[in-house]
């Protein structure tokens, strides 16, 4: 996809020329790129990260997660037996804090691409606008960090369809997705049937080995992870209510996909990114306070609507101001091409990643002006 988009780049996005006068907008690399990935896609994310850098030109030093670390070293295996110089692509592997920061602060790197957490997100932005003396460039980030998603079920919703993409939405991967929905928003009298419905669907899930396909949810990615959770979940049973909890099998970082309703709207589980099978469950009156509670987050990466109403589906997508949103599908799934993804507020630099623009982030656009009335005198070729 990158490759066809950088050979017909320059032609999308030229400037006007009049009579007497050329413009032309060339693009170049901005040099040495950082190319820091997250864990939960280990190989696509590090795939399209690493293969848009290096489209648009630019030398990458790549580090994926220290959990994935030997998937990275497949990528970069693929990578260079397809033909990439050795000298343009280098694989370092590594803990973050050592590695990840390393790159991110040294003065020969151009570009920073990171995709994972909000926390290490912002600490690399911050680094990033530290301009070191000896430094010839300003750092350009292309940060994607975590989400709150909401999803919002319409009074006359088909619950059919809404329920089913609701928990794939929220327990698909363990709930371990930048865009999984945390939050499900009822209107009116939909919430009673939600809740029973979600609660029913829920306890029924299937918690095992990967390598199992009756299960439907494995375990987290490892055991700082499974604690996280679960002191969320432990919080929730203390202070929400508990709707519905799947059982967890004994042994390894199993968590069991489990859901809450009465969650006040500045508790933690409401506002912070858990990365897990957790969702709340809210209840409003109308549409337009649906809304404002999605919005009510820092986050801004995906959401959801479920309606049958074509005024109320025009409404939302006018005001639920996320980064990609989804009517009447879960809010998980984006294709390249299809869906280009990335999200505003603490969820990121706006980018979008597998979209028409993604490459612009990787140049540096020159223009080059021309006056074509060529008067005067004009010597006598050699």
């Known amino acids: ?8 780049l320059g032609a999308k996005f030229q400037p006007h020329s009049l009579w007497g006068e050329a413009n032309q907008t060339t693009y170049e690399p901005r040099g040495l790129t950082a190319v820091i990935a997250p864990w939960n896609f280990p190989l696509a994310i590090s795939a399209g990260m690493v293969s848009a850098a290096l489209a648009a030109g630019n030398a990458v030093l790549y580090k994926p997660a220290e959990a994935t670390s030997a998937t990275g070293r497949m990528l970069y295996d693929a990578l260079i037996e397809a033909g990439v110089p050795k000298d343009v692509l280098h694989f370092l592997p590594g803990e973050g804090h050592v590695v990840g920061a390393a ?4 003065p020969a790197v151009a ?5 994972g957490s909000k926390e290490v997100g912002l600490r690399l932005y911050e680094h990033a606008g530290k301009t070191l003396h000896h430094q010839p460039h300003l750092k350009k980030c292309v940060i994607e960090m975590g989400g709150k998603n909401a999803i919002i079920i319409d009074s006359d919703a088909d619950l059919d369809e809404a329920i089913p993409a609701v928990v794939q939405s929220a327990f698909g991967f363990q709930g371990q997705k930048c865009s999984a929905a945390s939050r499900l928003i009822v209107v009116g009298r939909a919430y009673e049937p939600c809740l029973q419905r979600l609660s029913d669907m829920v306890n029924e899930l299937s918690l095992g080995p990967a390598d199992n396909p009756q299960h439907h949810v494995n375990a987290v990615i490892d055991l700082p992870a499974f ?3 679960n002191r969320y979940i432990t919080l929730g049973k203390q202070e929400c209510r508990l709707v519905a909890q799947a059982k967890a099998p004994e042994g390894g970082f199993f968590v069991p996909p489990t859901v809450f309703a009465d969650v006040p709207l500045e508790h933690a589980l409401s506002q912070e990114e858990i990365f897990g099978p957790v969702l709340c469950v809210y209840r409003v009156k109308t549409i337009d306070e649906a809304v404002k509670l999605a919005l009510h987050s820092p986050f801004a990466l995906t959401g959801a609507l479920f309606s049958r109403n074509p005024k109320t589906i025009d409404y939302v997508k006018k005001a639920f101001k996320v980064g990609n949103l ?5 809010s998980t ?3 390249v091409g299809r869906q280009p993804f990335g999200g505003g507020k603490l969820s990121g630099t706006g980018t979008k990643a597998g979209g028409p623009d993604y490459l612009l982030h990787f140049l540096e656009p020159r223009v080059v002006t021309e006056n074509t009335m060529r008067r005067g005198f004009a010597p006598a070729a050699d």
């Open 1 to 8: 996809y990158y490759a066809w988009q950088i050979r017909t």
């Open 333 to 335: 799934g984006a294709v």
């Open 103 to 106: 790159m991110a602060q040294h």
């Open 326 to 330: 989804y009517i009447n599908r879960g």
């Open 111 to 115: 570009v920073i691409a990171f995709t």
């Open 227 to 229: 604690e996280k959770i």
